[in-house]
Protein backbone atom coordinates (compact mmCIF):
# COMPACT_ATOMS: atom_id res chain seq x y z
CA UNK A 1 0.00 0.00 0.00
CA UNK A 2 1.16 3.19 -0.89
CA UNK A 3 1.11 6.24 1.56
CA UNK A 4 1.17 10.05 2.36
CA UNK A 5 0.93 11.87 5.09
CA UNK A 6 1.22 15.19 5.67
CA UNK A 7 2.99 17.08 9.06
CA UNK A 8 2.26 15.70 12.32
CA UNK A 9 -1.60 15.09 12.33
CA UNK A 10 -1.74 13.16 9.26
CA UNK A 11 0.96 11.10 10.35
CA UNK A 12 -1.19 10.59 13.45
CA UNK A 13 -4.01 10.06 11.16
CA UNK A 14 -2.16 7.67 9.66
CA UNK A 15 -0.34 5.95 11.79
CA UNK A 16 -4.12 5.08 13.52
CA UNK A 17 -5.46 3.85 10.31
CA UNK A 18 -2.44 1.34 10.01
CA UNK A 19 -3.05 -0.03 13.75
CA UNK A 20 -6.97 -0.23 12.94
CA UNK A 21 -6.13 -2.50 9.97
CA UNK A 22 -3.18 -4.82 11.67
CA UNK A 23 -5.88 -4.98 14.40
CA UNK A 24 -8.28 -6.45 11.73
CA UNK A 25 -5.23 -8.65 10.65
CA UNK A 26 -5.39 -7.45 7.56
CA UNK A 27 -1.36 -7.87 6.48
CA UNK A 28 -0.03 -4.34 5.34
CA UNK A 29 3.31 -3.14 3.67
CA UNK A 30 3.53 0.76 3.55
CA UNK A 31 5.38 3.16 2.24
CA UNK A 32 5.99 6.26 0.78
CA UNK A 33 5.97 9.76 2.72
CA UNK A 34 5.18 9.41 6.67
CA UNK A 35 6.18 10.39 10.17
CA UNK A 36 7.82 9.00 13.19
CA UNK A 37 4.24 7.58 14.05
CA UNK A 38 3.72 5.75 11.20
CA UNK A 39 7.32 4.01 11.06
CA UNK A 40 7.04 3.08 14.33
CA UNK A 41 3.71 0.77 12.70
CA UNK A 42 6.40 -0.62 10.59
CA UNK A 43 5.68 1.93 7.70
CA UNK A 44 8.55 2.72 5.31
CA UNK A 45 9.19 6.79 4.47
CA UNK A 46 11.23 7.53 1.71
CA UNK A 47 10.44 11.56 2.84
CA UNK A 48 9.48 12.05 5.90
CA UNK A 49 6.05 14.34 6.35
CA UNK A 50 7.81 17.45 7.69
CA UNK A 51 8.69 17.84 3.96
CA UNK A 52 5.30 18.78 3.36
CA UNK A 53 4.30 21.29 5.56
CA UNK A 54 3.58 24.34 4.34
CA UNK A 55 1.81 27.37 6.14
CA UNK A 56 -0.02 30.31 4.33
CA UNK A 57 -1.26 30.79 0.73
CA UNK A 58 0.06 31.25 -2.34
CA UNK A 59 3.68 33.09 -2.96
CA UNK A 60 4.09 31.79 0.26
CA UNK A 61 5.40 28.44 -0.94
CA UNK A 62 6.51 29.14 -4.02
CA UNK A 63 9.78 28.70 -3.26
CA UNK A 64 9.27 24.77 -2.18
CA UNK A 65 6.75 24.01 -5.02
CA UNK A 66 10.18 22.80 -7.56
CA UNK A 67 11.41 20.47 -4.22
CA UNK A 68 7.64 18.91 -3.72
CA UNK A 69 6.35 18.75 -7.38
CA UNK A 70 9.94 17.14 -7.79
CA UNK A 71 8.81 14.62 -4.88
CA UNK A 72 5.26 13.88 -5.82
CA UNK A 73 6.37 13.15 -9.19
CA UNK A 74 9.59 10.76 -7.86
CA UNK A 75 6.74 9.32 -5.90
CA UNK A 76 4.36 8.50 -8.56
CA UNK A 77 6.69 6.87 -10.83
CA UNK A 78 7.67 4.69 -7.72
CA UNK A 79 3.87 3.40 -7.33
CA UNK A 80 3.35 3.27 -11.15
CA UNK A 81 6.05 0.67 -11.34
CA UNK A 82 5.62 -1.18 -7.98
CA UNK A 83 1.82 -1.14 -8.42
CA UNK A 84 0.89 -1.52 -5.12
CA UNK A 85 -2.79 -2.51 -4.22
CA UNK A 86 -3.85 0.83 -3.20
CA UNK A 87 -3.05 3.83 -2.45
CA UNK A 88 -4.32 5.83 0.70
CA UNK A 89 -3.52 9.86 0.60
CA UNK A 90 -4.01 10.77 4.22
CA UNK A 91 -5.05 14.56 4.19
CA UNK A 92 -2.79 17.06 2.53
CA UNK A 93 -5.12 17.65 0.17
CA UNK A 94 -2.91 19.96 -1.80
CA UNK A 95 -0.06 17.52 -2.30
CA UNK A 96 -2.29 14.05 -2.44
CA UNK A 97 -5.01 14.83 -4.67
CA UNK A 98 -2.39 15.96 -7.96
CA UNK A 99 -1.03 12.14 -7.03
CA UNK A 100 -4.12 10.69 -6.73
CA UNK A 101 -5.17 11.62 -10.22
CA UNK A 102 -2.20 10.31 -11.72
CA UNK A 103 -2.68 7.15 -9.86
CA UNK A 104 -5.99 6.70 -10.79
CA UNK A 105 -5.81 7.70 -14.14
CA UNK A 106 -2.65 4.82 -14.25
CA UNK A 107 -5.53 2.35 -13.32
CA UNK A 108 -4.30 2.21 -9.65
CA UNK A 109 -7.31 2.33 -6.66
CA UNK A 110 -7.00 5.43 -4.56
CA UNK A 111 -8.34 6.03 -1.15
CA UNK A 112 -8.53 9.62 0.46
CA UNK A 113 -8.31 9.53 3.91
CA UNK A 114 -9.89 13.03 5.43
CA UNK A 115 -12.51 14.61 3.60
CA UNK A 116 -11.00 18.16 2.37
CA UNK A 117 -12.72 20.83 3.96
CA UNK A 118 -15.03 21.62 1.03
CA UNK A 119 -17.83 22.63 3.53
CA UNK A 120 -15.90 25.02 4.76
CA UNK A 121 -13.53 26.72 2.21
CA UNK A 122 -12.52 26.30 -0.96
CA UNK A 123 -16.09 24.43 -2.46
CA UNK A 124 -15.35 24.14 -5.86
CA UNK A 125 -12.25 21.52 -4.88
CA UNK A 126 -14.87 18.75 -5.23
CA UNK A 127 -14.85 18.35 -8.60
CA UNK A 128 -10.48 17.78 -8.18
CA UNK A 129 -11.56 15.25 -5.59
CA UNK A 130 -14.15 13.29 -7.91
CA UNK A 131 -11.93 13.10 -10.45
CA UNK A 132 -8.68 11.66 -8.49
CA UNK A 133 -10.28 9.63 -6.11
CA UNK A 134 -12.29 5.77 -5.90
CA UNK A 135 -13.16 6.17 -2.32
CA UNK A 136 -13.15 9.07 0.64
CA UNK A 137 -12.94 7.95 4.45
CA UNK A 138 -14.33 10.68 5.92
CA UNK A 139 -13.97 12.12 9.50
CA UNK A 140 -17.25 13.56 10.40
CA UNK A 141 -20.64 11.61 10.02
CA UNK A 142 -22.50 14.90 7.44
CA UNK A 143 -19.54 14.72 5.37
CA UNK A 144 -20.65 11.22 3.61
CA UNK A 145 -23.73 12.40 2.12
CA UNK A 146 -22.31 16.04 0.59
CA UNK A 147 -19.65 13.88 -1.04
CA UNK A 148 -21.97 11.21 -2.74
CA UNK A 149 -24.28 14.52 -3.50
CA UNK A 150 -21.11 15.05 -6.19
CA UNK A 151 -20.79 11.38 -7.68
CA UNK A 152 -18.00 10.89 -4.95
CA UNK A 153 -18.02 7.14 -3.24
CA UNK A 154 -17.57 7.99 0.38
CA UNK A 155 -17.68 6.15 3.89
CA UNK A 156 -18.27 7.50 7.37
CA UNK A 157 -15.58 5.73 9.41
CA UNK A 158 -15.41 8.07 12.61
CA UNK A 159 -12.65 9.78 13.99
CA UNK A 160 -9.99 7.50 14.94
CA UNK A 161 -8.93 10.12 17.61
CA UNK A 162 -12.22 10.03 19.18
CA UNK A 163 -11.18 5.95 19.87
CA UNK A 164 -7.88 6.42 20.67
CA UNK A 165 -8.79 9.25 23.18
CA UNK A 166 -10.79 8.14 26.25
CA UNK A 167 -14.28 9.53 27.16
CA UNK A 168 -12.97 10.34 30.63
CA UNK A 169 -9.38 10.55 31.16
CA UNK A 170 -7.07 10.77 34.26
CA UNK A 171 -5.78 14.69 35.21
CA UNK A 172 -3.64 13.75 37.97
CA UNK A 173 -2.00 10.53 36.27
CA UNK A 174 -0.57 13.09 33.11
CA UNK A 175 0.10 15.72 35.72
CA UNK A 176 2.54 13.27 37.97
CA UNK A 177 3.98 11.38 34.57
CA UNK A 178 5.37 14.97 33.87
CA UNK A 179 6.27 15.70 36.96
CA UNK A 180 3.82 19.08 37.89
CA UNK A 181 2.44 19.75 41.32
CA UNK A 182 -1.20 18.37 41.07
CA UNK A 183 -3.03 21.28 42.79
CA UNK A 184 -1.49 24.40 40.60
CA UNK A 185 -3.46 25.00 37.45
CA UNK A 186 -1.82 24.19 34.16
CA UNK A 187 -1.98 26.13 30.84
CA UNK A 188 -0.54 23.76 27.39
CA UNK A 189 0.87 26.20 25.04
CA UNK A 190 0.26 24.38 21.23
CA UNK A 191 1.61 26.55 18.62
CA UNK A 192 1.37 24.39 16.12
CA UNK A 193 3.53 21.71 14.02
CA UNK A 194 5.05 24.04 11.26
CA UNK A 195 7.64 26.45 11.50
CA UNK A 196 5.67 29.27 10.37
CA UNK A 197 3.66 28.69 12.70
CA UNK A 198 5.86 28.46 15.03
CA UNK A 199 7.36 31.46 14.27
CA UNK A 200 4.26 33.63 13.57
CA UNK A 201 2.14 32.10 17.22
CA UNK A 202 4.92 31.00 20.36
CA UNK A 203 6.29 34.43 20.41
CA UNK A 204 2.73 35.54 21.29
CA UNK A 205 1.43 32.89 23.08
CA UNK A 206 4.61 33.20 25.10
CA UNK A 207 4.24 36.56 25.79
CA UNK A 208 0.34 36.04 26.97
CA UNK A 209 1.95 33.10 29.25
CA UNK A 210 4.45 35.64 30.94
CA UNK A 211 1.31 37.91 31.78
CA UNK A 212 -0.95 34.97 33.37
CA UNK A 213 2.11 33.67 35.16
CA UNK A 214 2.31 37.02 36.79
CA UNK A 215 -1.27 37.15 37.53
CA UNK A 216 -1.25 33.78 38.77
CA UNK A 217 1.89 33.24 40.16
CA UNK A 218 1.63 28.90 40.34
CA UNK A 219 0.17 28.54 37.07
CA UNK A 220 2.85 25.65 35.20
CA UNK A 221 3.41 25.88 31.68
CA UNK A 222 3.61 23.08 29.52
CA UNK A 223 4.47 23.21 25.54
CA UNK A 224 4.50 19.63 23.17
CA UNK A 225 6.44 20.05 20.13
CA UNK A 226 7.29 17.32 17.71
CA UNK A 227 11.00 16.19 17.63
CA UNK A 228 11.54 18.37 14.50
CA UNK A 229 10.89 21.53 16.05
CA UNK A 230 12.00 21.25 19.15
CA UNK A 231 15.02 23.37 18.59
CA UNK A 232 13.28 26.34 17.04
CA UNK A 233 11.21 26.33 20.05
CA UNK A 234 13.79 26.01 22.60
CA UNK A 235 15.55 29.21 20.87
CA UNK A 236 12.22 31.04 20.87
CA UNK A 237 11.51 30.52 24.83
CA UNK A 238 15.66 31.45 25.44
CA UNK A 239 14.70 34.77 23.11
CA UNK A 240 11.69 35.64 25.74
CA UNK A 241 13.47 34.08 29.07
CA UNK A 242 10.71 31.78 29.06
CA UNK A 243 12.95 28.72 29.13
CA UNK A 244 12.94 28.38 33.59
CA UNK A 245 9.25 29.08 33.35
CA UNK A 246 8.08 26.29 30.29
CA UNK A 247 8.15 22.16 30.76
CA UNK A 248 9.16 21.21 26.82
CA UNK A 249 7.87 18.29 26.04
CA UNK A 250 8.99 16.37 22.49
CA UNK A 251 6.13 14.65 21.06
CA UNK A 252 3.88 14.46 24.15
CA UNK A 253 0.83 16.74 22.87
CA UNK A 254 -1.56 14.11 24.66
CA UNK A 255 -0.27 14.10 27.82
CA UNK A 256 0.01 17.61 28.16
CA UNK A 257 -3.61 18.18 26.80
CA UNK A 258 -4.60 15.26 29.23
CA UNK A 259 -2.57 17.33 32.49
CA UNK A 260 -3.77 20.88 31.59
CA UNK A 261 -6.74 22.82 33.06
CA UNK A 262 -7.12 24.90 29.65
CA UNK A 263 -5.13 25.21 26.28
CA UNK A 264 -4.10 28.15 23.88
CA UNK A 265 -4.12 26.35 21.18
CA UNK A 266 -3.48 26.87 17.01
CA UNK A 267 -6.27 26.27 14.86
CA UNK A 268 -6.12 22.84 13.54
CA UNK A 269 -6.27 19.31 14.52
CA UNK A 270 -4.89 19.52 17.34
CA UNK A 271 -8.00 22.06 18.71
CA UNK A 272 -10.39 18.52 18.16
CA UNK A 273 -8.08 16.37 20.25
CA UNK A 274 -7.89 19.05 23.10
CA UNK A 275 -12.16 19.31 22.42
CA UNK A 276 -11.72 15.02 22.85
CA UNK A 277 -10.39 15.57 26.01
CA UNK A 278 -13.01 18.16 27.07
CA UNK A 279 -10.38 21.01 27.43
CA UNK A 280 -11.32 24.69 27.40
CA UNK A 281 -9.04 26.60 25.15
CA UNK A 282 -8.26 29.51 23.05
CA UNK A 283 -8.06 28.92 19.14
CA UNK A 284 -5.78 31.54 17.71
CA UNK A 285 -4.02 31.47 13.81
CA UNK A 286 -1.70 34.02 12.39
CA UNK A 287 -0.30 34.15 9.00
CA UNK A 288 0.84 36.56 6.56
CA UNK A 289 -1.77 39.15 5.91
CA UNK A 290 -2.51 38.93 2.30
CA UNK A 291 -2.45 35.14 3.03
CA UNK A 292 -4.80 35.24 5.78
CA UNK A 293 -7.09 37.72 3.44
CA UNK A 294 -6.77 35.11 0.54
CA UNK A 295 -8.08 32.34 2.82
CA UNK A 296 -11.07 34.63 4.35
CA UNK A 297 -12.68 35.07 0.84
CA UNK A 298 -13.10 31.63 0.61
CA UNK A 299 -14.15 30.57 4.03
CA UNK A 300 -17.94 29.33 3.88
CA UNK A 301 -17.83 29.03 7.81
CA UNK A 302 -18.22 31.50 11.16
CA UNK A 303 -15.64 29.52 12.49
CA UNK A 304 -12.38 28.39 11.82
CA UNK A 305 -11.65 26.09 14.88
CA UNK A 306 -12.98 22.57 14.88
CA UNK A 307 -14.61 22.21 17.82
CA UNK A 308 -16.84 25.29 16.74
CA UNK A 309 -17.54 23.88 13.33
CA UNK A 310 -18.89 20.72 14.62
CA UNK A 311 -20.87 22.35 17.48
CA UNK A 312 -22.23 24.75 15.35
CA UNK A 313 -21.76 27.97 17.31
CA UNK A 314 -18.52 29.68 19.08
CA UNK A 315 -18.65 27.60 22.06
CA UNK A 316 -15.07 28.14 22.65
CA UNK A 317 -13.20 32.11 21.29
CA UNK A 318 -11.34 32.27 18.37
CA UNK A 319 -8.20 35.12 18.11
CA UNK A 320 -7.30 35.71 14.29
CA UNK A 321 -4.56 37.43 13.21
CA UNK A 322 -4.64 41.23 14.31
CA UNK A 323 -6.60 40.06 17.12
CA UNK A 324 -4.19 37.42 18.48
CA UNK A 325 -2.65 40.03 20.75
CA UNK A 326 -0.70 38.72 23.70
CA UNK A 327 -3.15 40.74 26.01
CA UNK A 328 -6.15 39.41 24.42
CA UNK A 329 -5.01 36.20 24.66
CA UNK A 330 -3.92 36.37 27.97
CA UNK A 331 -7.56 37.55 29.07
CA UNK A 332 -9.55 34.96 27.53
CA UNK A 333 -7.52 32.29 29.01
CA UNK A 334 -7.92 33.82 32.28
CA UNK A 335 -11.34 33.17 31.74
CA UNK A 336 -11.13 29.56 31.45
CA UNK A 337 -8.78 29.58 34.21
CA UNK A 338 -11.71 30.99 36.66
CA UNK A 339 -14.11 28.59 35.20
CA UNK A 340 -12.12 25.99 35.64
CA UNK A 341 -10.84 26.15 39.14
CA UNK A 342 -14.61 27.63 39.98
CA UNK A 343 -16.44 24.34 37.63
CA UNK A 344 -18.77 26.99 37.03
CA UNK A 345 -21.70 26.84 34.63
CA UNK A 346 -20.07 27.56 31.73
CA UNK A 347 -17.49 25.00 31.89
CA UNK A 348 -20.00 22.64 33.22
CA UNK A 349 -21.89 23.21 29.80
CA UNK A 350 -19.12 23.31 27.63
CA UNK A 351 -17.72 19.75 28.95
CA UNK A 352 -21.42 18.20 27.84
CA UNK A 353 -20.74 19.76 24.54
CA UNK A 354 -17.62 18.19 24.07
CA UNK A 355 -18.83 15.06 25.43
CA UNK A 356 -21.55 14.69 22.67
CA UNK A 357 -19.15 15.61 20.07
CA UNK A 358 -16.64 12.93 21.16
CA UNK A 359 -19.12 10.21 21.18
CA UNK A 360 -20.30 11.58 17.71
CA UNK A 361 -17.59 10.65 16.30
CA UNK A 362 -17.07 7.33 17.59
CA UNK A 363 -17.15 4.01 15.03
CA UNK A 364 -15.37 1.68 14.60
CA UNK A 365 -13.11 3.46 12.23
CA UNK A 366 -10.55 0.20 11.86
CA UNK A 367 -13.22 -2.32 10.83
CA UNK A 368 -15.25 0.33 8.44
CA UNK A 369 -11.61 1.35 6.73
CA UNK A 370 -10.34 -2.09 6.62
CA UNK A 371 -13.41 -3.29 4.53
CA UNK A 372 -14.02 -0.05 2.35
CA UNK A 373 -10.51 -0.48 1.45
CA UNK A 374 -10.53 -4.24 1.02
CA UNK A 375 -13.92 -3.67 -1.11
CA UNK A 376 -12.23 -1.40 -3.43
CA UNK A 377 -9.32 -3.59 -4.09
CA UNK A 378 -11.21 -6.45 -4.35
CA UNK A 379 -13.46 -4.72 -7.12
Not at 122 to 128: L, M, N
Not at 218 to 227: D, H, I, K, R, W
Not at 230 to 247: D, Y
Amino acid sequence: MGMVAGEASGDLLASLLLQGLAQQNVAVKAFGIGGERMQQEGFEAQWPSERLAVHGYSWEVLKRVAGLLSIRKELGSQLLHSKPDVFVGVDAPDFNLGLEKRLRDAGLPTVHFVCPSIWAWRPERVHTIRAAVDHVLCLFPFEPALLQSHGIAASFVGHPLANAIPLHTDMQAARSAIGLLPDAPVLALLPGSRSKEIDYLLPRFLQAAAALRAQNPGLQLVLPSVAAQVPRVTRLLQAHGMQAHVRLLPGQSHLALQACDVTLIASGTATLEAALFKKPMVISYAMHPISALLMRRKQLQPWVGLPNILLREMAVPELLQDAATPAALAEAVQQWLDASQSRSVLWQQLQQKLQGLHQSLQANTAEISAHAIQTLVAR
